[in-house]
């Protein structure tokens, strides 16, 4: 079973050399810090920055330069800056390759809950609806179940939909698995440790597991 | 060349009334018109609708304005952060209208670019699609959205001149662009104010044509809401 860097560790072999990558709030923050060397990304946040670097330094903290999370963060050589509208409108014109986003459930059709719980606090979807909705590949970080123990992979989303058909492929603390075009979650790849089993128990929704499902390679 | 140029604060928003629709720059604390803020609790105008990313923290930025009971309406797409607003979203006094951020930005610059509205595939097949038009392109489904229509846009900018030409800095840029072309009136509150002439016009974020009244603002507080670092 992973820990939440070890899931963020594994997305990041989903980086390719040349994307441009937005990665949410959470787990998806981390996978920048698994990024091999010798992969070149540039990191997007959608308040309008494109090459986010690292925290900045103690003291060289600039309030006016900050990630959709709102941390201060630091640019680097080739960072540009824009406004929200041209953020999106890179985002809506599929100019950003990769989405890595958190979730709260996943639909085996590839719908995604992740912005509100009806009756308790609404925070409000952010960016999240625009992200979704564009992006061609979209990886979603999340843990297999809640913390009731109740699966986060269903055959149908029960909390409010932040987008419809369009999650691509799911790594969670137990395992790898694609979305297909049909419906349903297969099985790629298990985490060390976990058997097929173990999967099978935590998944609600339709799950295929075709031949002998490798262990994977962290 | 005009001259756009008004006392303070208290000035720029002095005509504005209870029950209008007012934009606010920002995101997060990060770009917010400070000066305005105060100057909007002094003259305590109420039943405001406010149309800003989001709604500040309990004592900075937009949740001040919460505290004093001044806002009716906040349209944002994210408004964690803040006790008071939760406290008034669940008791009923305050009406929330949450839309996607893209949405909220691209609304803004279809105001500001004269285009009534604008498609979106942000929120197909979610609560955000109830009761609105659709269209198909290339077969993939969108969303209508009206362009905002807004009383006033409050915008906060680095550099600005006599002529009401802007220059962001940094990740305070955000919505703030956007926000001053959607305006009915603009008002646009500055760090540095430099005669008209002084900003080179290529380096010019927003054109003055925009802006209606411009003005230095003072005691910037630009508060950090996560302030991150690591270690040399």
Redesign the interface.
Known sequence: MLDKNGIAKRIAKEVKDGMYVNLGIGIPTLVANYIPDGINVVLQ?????LGMG????????????????????TTLAGSS?????L???M??AQKVDLTILGAMEVSENG?IANWKIPGK??????????LV??AQNIIVAMQHVNKAGESKLLPNCTL??????CVKKIVTELAVLVVLENGGFQLLERAPGVSVAEIQAATAGKLLIEGDIPEMQL | MINKVVKDADTAIKDIQNGQTIMLGGFGLCGIPENCIQALLRKKVSDLTCISNNAGVDDFGIGLLLQQRQVKKMISSYVGENVEFERQLLSGELEVELIPQGTLATRCMAAGYGMPVIYTPAGVGTEVAIGKETRVFKGKEYLMEYAFDADFAIVKAWKGDTAGNLIYKSTARNFNPVMAMAGKITIAEVEILVPAGELDPDQIHTPGIYVHRIFQGNNYEKRIEQRTVRTK
């Open positions: 946040s959608e308040n309008g920055l690292p925290f900045p330094f103690e003291g060289e903290e600039d309030a006016d330069l900050i990630n959709a999370g709102k941390q201060t963060i800056i824009f406004d929200s509208a953020s999106f409108g985002i809506r719908d606090m609404v925070k409000g979807m952010g960016g999240a609806m625009d909705a564009s409010p939909l932040t987008g419809v058909h």
